[in-house]
């Protein structure tokens, strides 16, 4: 049996129960604003053999929740490990970001792709989660994640990043049955990849849907959308318990369609009001965000000043988490994430007292 958690606010607030202060934790908390992480990525030599060396990502994972001391960690990982695993080749260009040494580049090439098995080509990721569980000691609960099938899709047709990625929505318009055949094949392997996560001990799992804002209204839900709702189908049977986040960036006018995916809660971007965000989904589920993460920059009176708001912004109900409404800017000085968790805890305290 495994321990029950010392601090389960996450897990609370995804359920709607009533918690003494929103968990607060931050999307990309491990990452280069941190002076530690450069040290460890730096004896790692580069970021792929950061996250396939067990007690590298493991460090780095804890990082951010010891100098914080965040209500959860995540996994210390890569979203494109999933089509490094379905044989595209993945590695980081310094400076450049992602890339595959071989992306997808023809009908042929989609209708063959492979669905890699969790235990064997991702193993060093649940060997990581393994780890992880085990260095935490059930202090907070630990964050699995993947990302959506449209967002992989996007950097399999694209070769790397993007600010467009005309390459998968070229094919939305031209070739809508074949994406969606490479979208089933994500849908497929993301599910076994999270469920997989979930048995070695993630206590909670997140999609992230980075580029779910670049379709339009009816290509959101049949190619960002649907496969999120076939996800959060096959997760509920087979990681029964484990709450699930969908995180779709530019979805502040979707958030009833995701809601009605049956997932725990919604990460939240800047662009909607927690308010408004609360009344589209009619608090029928958890709702994690969204401070702009560029408030990190600005002085610590503004930090406070804007951690306020989105307290006050979401109300005094239960189902908060609060977070960025993105990933945290490699430029943040460490001490204003300091600044910024202080002011979550001193603000529930000046509410319950
Ligand atoms: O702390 C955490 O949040 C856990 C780790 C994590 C990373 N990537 C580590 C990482 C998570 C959850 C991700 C998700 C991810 N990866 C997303 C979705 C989230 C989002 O921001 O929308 C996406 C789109 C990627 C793909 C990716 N990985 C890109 C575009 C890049 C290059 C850009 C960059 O920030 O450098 C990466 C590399 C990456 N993933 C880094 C980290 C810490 C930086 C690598 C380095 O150390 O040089």
Request: hydrophobic share 50%; net charge neutral.
């Amino acid at each position: 049996m495994a321990e029950p958690l010392r601090n389960d606010r996450l897990l609370r607030a995804l359920r709607r129960q009533p918690v003494d202060r929103p968990p607060v934790w931050l999307m990309r908390q491990a990452g280069r604003y941190l002076p530690e992480y450069r040290a460890v990525r730096e004896r790692a030599g580069d970021f792929m053999t950061l996250c396939r060396t067990r007690e590298l990502a493991c460090e780095v994972t804890l990082q951010p929740v010891e100098r914080f001391d965040l209500d959860a960690a995540i996994l210390f990982s890569d979203i494109l490990t999933v089509p490094d695993a379905m044989g595209l080749g993945l590695h980081f260009v310094e400076g450049e970001g992602p890339a595959f040494a071989r992306p997808l580049r023809s009908a042929a090439e989609i209708r063959a792709l492979p669905v890699p098995d969790p235990e064997s080509e991702l193993r060093y990721v649940l060997d990581a989660v393994r780890t992880i569980k085990r260095a935490l000691a059930a202090r907070v609960p630990l964050i699995g994640f993947a990302g959506s099938p449209w967002t992989l899709a996007c950097y399999m047709l694209e070769g790397g990043g993007s600010r467009e990625f005309v390459g998968a929505r070229r094919l939305r318009f031209e070739r809508p049955a074949l994406l969606a055949q490479l979208l089933d094949t994500l849908t497929t392997a993301v599910a076994r990849y999270l469920a997989a996560q979930a048995a070695a001990g993630a206590d909670a799992l997140m999609l992230f849907d980075t580029w779910g804002g670049l379709l339009d209204a009816e290509g959101f839900r049949r190619f960002s959308l649907a496969p999120l709702q076939r996800l959060t189908a096959e997760l509920a049977a087979a990681a029964p318990g484990v709450p699930l986040i969908v995180f779709s960036k530019g979805a502040g006018t979707r958030l009833s369609e995701l809601a009605a995916t049956g997932c725990a809660g919604l990460g939240v971007d800047w662009s909607v009001s927690l308010t408004a965000a609360r009344a589209a989904v009619a608090d029928g589920v958890a709702l994690q965000g969204n401070l702009d993460p560029t408030a990190l920059l600005a002085n610590p009176r503004a930090i406070r000043e804007r951690v306020a708001a989105v307290l006050k912004d979401y109300g005094d109900a239960p189902g908060h988490v609060f977070n960025l409404g993105h990933g945290i800017l490699p430029a943040t000085p460490p001490e204003h994430v300091a600044v910024l968790v202080r002011a979550v805890r001193e603000h529930a305290d000046g509410v319950a007292g």
